[in-house]
Structure formats: C-alpha cells, structure tokens
C-alpha cells in the first residue's frame, strides 16, 4: 500500500461547482499535512497547510481525519483557474527528528465553463 | 527575485554522459531537497539535506550524487545517464522540520532532463 493516496482524477467540474478530493494516508505516525498545487509545467506550491481543527482560506477549506487516516481539500464555486494538480503532501519525523516529506501522486482537476 | 533557482531548465543528452544540475535559493533556509517527477507526475523526494549534511537519501541509484557547498546551494551530478532517468527535477528547500514543526518547501522550476 502506498504511503499516500489520492484518487488521479480528472475531476471534470463547471465553473461555480463544489468539489472535494481526498487523500489517505498509510503511517499512523504522520504529524502534519499539506495541500500543494502543480500547474502544468509548472512547480508545486503550497495552497494551504492542514490543522486538526480543520481550516478554511477563502473558497478552499481544509480537513483532517486523523481517526480515519484521512485529509480532505473542499473547494467551492469553482473558478476556471482552479484547473491543475493538487498534491497531498504528509510529513512525518525520521529518527533524527528531520521532516520527511512524502506526496500524493495528484488529482487533476479540470474546471470547466 | 527567484527565491530558488535550477539551472538548466532543460538538458537534453545522450545515454551514458555525466550531467550537472544546479540548484540556489535565497531564502534563507537551512534545508534543501532534490524531488524527481517522472512522466506519470509522481513526485519522489531523492535526497534531503540539512546544513550541507545528508539526512534524507531514498532508494536512488549511486549514480545520483548531490553535492552541497554551503546552506543556499544543492547540487546534483548524475553519471552514466539512462534513459530511465528522463524525467522533471525539482529542487525545494524549507525551513529544518524540526520538533515536530514540519515547514512549506519551496520549488525551483524545475529541470527537464530528456536522455537520448
């Protein structure tokens, strides 16, 4: 099993729709989370991080289900330059106390008008 | 200003040559990543450094050799290239993910290596 999964999509979605994805994680040791976009061509950047309480940035609202081994990306009215990658990202310690850093393979989500 | 920088952006070369890739940031970070993407978009960590010191090294063939001469920069060297190793690299850096403070990376744009 993968350390991170995520369904590849497409999402094919019209402009205004609501649209989530979601990713699962393998290592109950996993301690925090984080949402990244890819454009095409294009390196990732991070949308937002996941907290425990869940948090919202505008359209985009952020979960986690640490129970379940799960996060969720919810994104509403969807804008046509919403189009791209998202990458869960799930970052647990190594024996040195460093970060590693493990990314989902991506959903590719297609607004379209 | 770029805040972390690849050179080249794209590198094309025969199978069997030994190529560098050159990677800066000015962010002041402390840790600098090397990512490969290949062509099914699957992003792989490669190696991790923290301070100029390897703290992170994947299952990567010993072909692949990072070098790091100080804090802002991250080297890769990649001998006897293969066809296999076609694919986007990326460098990132961060922030240490120390005490159970994991930080955002910062992507480079990326280096397109296409093995002939």
């Known amino acids: 099993r993968k350390e991170v999964e995520q369904d590849p999509g497409p999402f094919n979605v019209p402009e205004g729709a609501t649209v989530a994805f979601n990713c699962t994680y393998s290592?109950?040791?996993?301690?925090?989370f984080f949402w990244y976009r890819q454009d095409c061509r294009k390196e990732p950047k991070l949308l937002m991080s996941?907290?425990?309480s869940g948090n919202e940035d505008g359209r985009f609202t952020a979960q986690l289900n640490r129970a379940s081994q799960y996060i969720s990306l919810l994104i509403r009215d969807s804008k046509l330059s919403d189009s791209a990658t998202y990458l869960c990202?799930?970052?647990?310690?190594?024996?040195?106390?460093?970060?590693?850093?493990?990314f989902g393979t991506g959903t590719k989500l297609q607004v379209i008008p | 200003d770029t805040a972390v920088s690849q050179t080249p952006k794209y590198l094309v070369t025969q199978m069997g040559n030994d190529k560098s890739i050159k990677c800066e940031q000015n962010?002041?970070?402390?840790?600098m990543y090397w990512y490969k993407q290949d062509s099914k978009k699957f992003l792989k960590i490669m190696f991790s450094?923290?301070?100029?010191?390897?703290?992170i090294n994947e299952t990567v063939p010993n072909r692949f050799s990072p070098k790091s001469p100080d804090k802002a920069h991250l080297n890769l060297h990649i001998n006897s290239l293969e066809l296999g190793d076609s694919a986007v690299y990326f460098c990132?850096?961060?922030?240490?993910?120390?005490?159970?403070?994991?930080?955002?990376?910062?992507f480079g744009p990326g280096t397109r290596l296409t093995v002939t």
């Open positions: 290592n109950s040791a996993s301690q925090s």
């Open positions: 962010l002041g970070h402390d840790t």
């Open positions: 990132a850096s961060s922030h240490a993910g120390l005490a159970n403070r994991a930080h955002e990376q910062y």
């Open positions: 450094y923290n301070n100029k010191e390897l703290i």
């Open positions: 996941v907290y425990s």
């Open positions: 990202v799930v970052n647990r310690y190594n024996s040195g106390g460093y970060q590693k850093v493990t």
